[in-house]
C-alpha cells in the first residue's frame, strides 16, 4: 500500500513510519499540520509543539512534505466525531485531499497508541477519502513499545512536560532512552502514561532508521507555558537544527535499512502467539462424525408464518427474529434490500430507528454472495453500527437470508438511562491489536452490563487475510482478539468474562480442537490474573455448532456476550432423562440483579433407529427453558439450531409455535437455523438470550 505519514515530529508518528515499512507498505510523503504564527496551539487532536523542525524531515527522508496551516479548533469535543467545517480536523482532512491531487496513495501512517478521540478523527477522515488508517501502535503495551522504539535506534528528545512528576529544568532535552525509567517509575507513583498518551510529555525525533540523514539541535530555547509548583507546563523552542549526515548507505530501501531491526511484526507476534503451546495439538481427541437416520413424529404441517410471532418488546429491548430474504439468487441484492426495508420498517413501527440496533445475527445462504449482501447492507448504517455476526446455513430452499436483530431505547425519551447507556467500539485502523471492522459493523457495542461482540475469525490484525495453518492458529488467534475486544470495552472484562459464547466451526471434528484452545484461553487469563483456585471460576454457557461455510473460508467464529458484573452470575447445569430414546440437557447462567442471562437446551438422542415425537420434545424443551430461566416476559430471543438431517424448518416452526401458544401469550422471538451438526448425537439444541 502507497502510504501518506502523518507526522508530528514525535516518537510515535515516526516509528509508526517504521512499522508501515517492515509489513510492506511505502512511504510516499510526509504531512502535517502547523500552528499559524505560533509556538504550540491548545489542539487536541495534533502535536503542535517542536513544528519548527518539521520541514527538515523531508530531506532527511527524501519524500515530499505536505503542510497546512491549522485555521480550525477543537470543536466537536464528543467520543463521536459529526464533521464540523470549523473543526480542526477538517484541516487534516482538507491537507489529505490535497494531497490526493497530487500523488496517489491509499493508506494513512498514524502515531496513535491510545487515544480513541484521536483514532475516531482520523478513520473519520480517512472512511471520507477512501483512505485506510495504519496505526500499528495502536494498545500496545506502553512500556514494551517505549522500550522497542528505543531498542530500534529512534533517537528522540523530551521537548514538552506536563505532568506532575515531570519538571522542566531536569527532563526537557531528555531522551527517550534515558527518561524511561523515570517515566516507569512515574506510572508506579502516579499513574502516568509511560509513553505520554495522557499528554505527560511530547517529544521531538531527531533520527531514525527511515532517516538518510539525521537531524542535530544546536540551539533551544526553554519556555514556560505554566509555572504550576505542583504540574509546571513548559516547552522547547527549536532554534537552531540542522541536516547532517550519517553512517547510513542512502542506496539501501527503507525495508533494507529496517530488516535486521527487532521490532515486533505482525508475522513475529502471530508466531509468539502460535508456537507458545504448540505441543498439545496431537493430544487432543479425534471426534467421530455421526450421520442420523431419524425420524420424526408428532408434528402437524406447518399452516404459514405469524408476524406476532416475530418481534418482542420489553421494558425498552426489542428482538426480531426470521425476516428472511426470499427469491432467485440472482436477485441478491433487491432480496437484500426487502429483508432490510423490512427490518427497518419493524424498528420504526416500535418507535425505534437502525441507530438502536446492537446486535444483528445474519445468516446467509451462500457466502459468494456475501460481498453484493454486504454492499446492500452497509447503506442502512453509518455512525457506530452494530456488531455482526454473520455464517452460512443451509436455509429453506428460495430462502436466500435470514436476520435476527436486537434494539434498545429507553422507554422514557425525556430522561437517559446512565446504566443502559449505549457504548460502541468500531476500530478501523489496521494495527497489531485486532481486526480492523471497515465494513459496516462495530467490534462490539454495550448496554448496561451487557456486551455484544461481532463474530471474530482467525484474520491478523495488520493485514485482515485469514492467518495460515487452519483450525489450530485460528482458534487462537480469533480467541486472543476476542479478549482485547472486551478489554478495550471494558479494562474490567476478559475471556473469563463471557455469560453466552457460541463457536461455529466447519467441521465436527474441530469441535473438540476448539473446545481445548477456549479452556487453554481461560487457564491463560485466570494465571494472568492471579487466580488461585484449584477449579476454573464459574464460565458461562458454551455452545458448538457445525456450519457449512465461514467468511473468508475461516475455520472457526466465535460470538460472545459478556457481562461485567460476573460475581453476582447464578450458574446451573441439570440434566433430564426421563424419555426413551433422548435426553435434555439444560445449562442456565445469569444474574438476577441485572434481569439477563442466557439457558441452553439441547436434545440428544440415544438410538438412532426410534422415532422422535417431535411435539413431545418440543413441549419439555419449552417446559425446561421456563423452569430453569428469568421469569417468562424477560425471556426475548429464543434461537433453535437444529440438524438439518433430522428436523425441517416446517415441521419445527409448527411445533414450537403450538408449544409457545398453549404455554404463554408473552412468547420470546424465536427463529430455526438448520446446521451440519452440534457434536456427538445432538440434533437440536435452544438458546434463549434474557434481557430486560
Not at 542535530?216 to 513548559?234: C, G
Request: charged share 20%.
Amino acid at each position: 500500500m502507497r502510504v501518506v505519514a502523518l507526522v508530528s515530529g514525535g516518537k510515535d508518528s515516526c516509528y509508526n513510519m517504521m512499522q508501515c515499512v517492515a509489513e510492506g507498505h511505502s512511504i510516499v510523503a510526509l504531512a502535517n499540520l502547523r500552528p499559524e504564527k505560533k509556538d504550540e496551539v491548545d489542539s487536541y487532536m495534533f502535536q503542535t509543539v517542536g513544528h519548527d523542525g518539521i520541514d527538515l524531515y523531508a530531506k532527511a527522508m527524501d519524500v515530499p512534505l505536505y503542510r497546512r496551516t491549522l485555521f480550525g479548533e477543537s470543536l466537536v469535543v464528543d467520543k463521536d466525531y459529526i464533521p464540523d467545517p470549523m473543526d480542526e480536523v477538517e484541516d487534516l482532512y482538507q491537507l489529505l485531499h490535497n494531497i490526493k491531487r497530487d500523488i496517489d496513495f491509499e493508506g494513512v501512517s498514524v502515531g496513535a497508541v491510545l487515544s480513541d478521540y484521536q483514532r475516531v478523527r482520523v478513520e473519520s477522515v480517512c472512511s471520507r477519502l477512501g483512505l485506510t488508517s495504519l496505526s500499528y501502535l495502536w494498545r500496545r503495551n506502553q512500556q514494551e513499545l517505549l522500550l522497542e522504539m528505543i531498542a530500534c535506534n529512534v533517537k528522540a528528545i523530551v521537548i514538552k512536560v506536563a505532568a506532575l512528576g515531570l519538571e522542566p529544568t531536569k527532563h526537557l532535552g531528555m531522551t527517550i532512552e534515558d527518561i524511561y525509567p523515570h517515566m516507569c517509575a512515574m506510572k508506579l507513583k502516579y499513574g502516568l502514561n509511560v509513553c505520554g498518551e495522557g499528554g505527560e510529555y511530547e517529544t521531538f525525533t531527531l533520527d531514525c532508521p527511515l532517516f538518510k540523514r539525521k537531524l542535530v539541535l544546536y540551539e533551544s530555547e526553554k519556555v514556560m507555558h505554566s509555572d504550576n509548583p505542583v504540574t509546571p507546563v513548559a516547552y522547547l523552542k527549536l532554534k537552531n537544527i540542522k541536516l547532517e549526515e550519517k553512517s547510513v548507505d542512502i542506496n539501501l530501501s527503507m525495508k533494507e535499512r529496517i530488516q535486521d531491526l527487532k521490532m515486533s511484526t505482525s508475522n513475529q507476534l502471530i508466531q509468539e502467539l502460535v508456537l507458545s503451546n504448540d505441543d498439545y495439538k496431537n493430544t487432543i481427541p479425534q471426534s467421530k462424525e455421526w450421520t442420523p437416520n431419524i425420524k420424526t413424529c408428532g408434528h402437524q404441517q406447518c399452516t404459514g408464518t405469524s408476524e406476532e410471532s416475530n418481534v418482542k418488546i420489553n421494558n425498552g429491548y426489542l428482538c426480531v427474529s426470521g425476516i428472511t430474504g426470499k427469491g432467485d439468487d440472482v436477485n441478491i441484492s433487491s432480496i437484500t434490500t426487502t429483508a432490510m426495508d423490512q427490518l427497518k420498517a419493524t424498528l420504526s413501527s416500535n418507535g425505534m430507528d437502525m441507530s438502536n440496533a446492537y446486535i444483528i445475527h445474519l445468516y446467509v445462504k451462500d457466502m459468494t454472495k456475501f460481498a453484493d449482501i454486504n454492499a446492500v447492507y452497509r447503506q442502512y448504517f453509518s455512525l457506530n453500527p452494530p456488531a455482526r455476526v454473520c455464517v452460512q446455513v443451509d436455509l429453506p430452499s428460495n430462502t436466500q437470508l435470514q436476520i435476527d436483530c436486537q434494539a434498545y431505547k429507553p422507554t422514557d425519551p425525556n430522561t437517559i438511562d446512565i446504566v443502559k447507556a449505549r457504548n460502541t467500539l468500531h476500530v478501523q485502523s489496521l494495527s497489531h491489536w485486532a481486526p480492523a471492522n471497515i465494513g459496516p459493523y462495530s467490534q462490539g457495542t454495550q448496554i448496561g452490563n451487557a456486551y455484544f461482540l461481532a463474530g471474530q475469525i482467525g484474520m491478523c490484525p495488520a493485514n485482515l487475510e485469514l492467518i495460515e495453518g487452519g483450525i489450530h492458529p485460528e482458534a487462537r488467534l480469533s480467541l486472543r482478539s476476542v479478549g482485547r475486544v472486551l478489554d478495550a470495552l471494558n479494562p474490567k472484562l476478559d475471556i473469563t468474562s463471557a455469560i453466552q459464547v457460541i463457536c461455529y466451526v466447519t467441521k465436527p471434528s474441530f469441535i473438540p480442537i476448539a473446545q481445548r484452545e477456549w479452556t487453554y484461553a481461560v487457564e491463560c487469563t485466570e494465571l494472568c490474573n492471579g487466580y488461585q483456585g484449584e477449579e476454573s471460576a464459574t464460565s458461562g454457557v458454551i455452545t458448538y455448532i457445525v456450519v457449512p461455510t465461514l467468511p473468508k473460508q475461516a475455520s472457526i467464529e466465535w460470538h460472545v456476550i459478556a457481562h461485567s458484573n460476573k460475581e453476582n452470575w447464578k450458574y446451573s447445569q441439570k440434566k433430564f432423562t426421563d424419555w426413551s430414546n433422548y435426553t435434555l440437557d439444560s445449562e442456565t447462567c445469569m444474574s438476577v440483579e441485572d434481569s439477563l442471562g442466557t439457558v441452553k437446551v439441547t436434545a440428544e438422542v440415544k438410538n438412532n433407529d426410534e422415532e422422535l415425537n417431535l411435539k413431545e420434545m418440543m413441549m419439555k424443551l419449552v417446559s425446561v427453558i421456563q423452569k430453569e430461566g428469568l421469569p417468562w416476559n424477560q425471556m426475548m430471543a429464543l434461537r433453535i439450531f437444529y440438524h438439518s438431517k433430522v428436523f425441517t424448518h416446517e415441521n419445527l416452526y409448527n411445533a414450537l409455535e403450538e408449544c409457545l401458544t398453549e404455554t404463554s401469550e408473552n412468547m420470546p422471538t424465536f427463529s430455526f437455523i438448520p446446521v451440519v451438526g452440534l457434536g456427538d448425537r445432538k440434533v437440536l439444541t435452544a438458546c434463549c438470550w434474557m434481557q430486560g
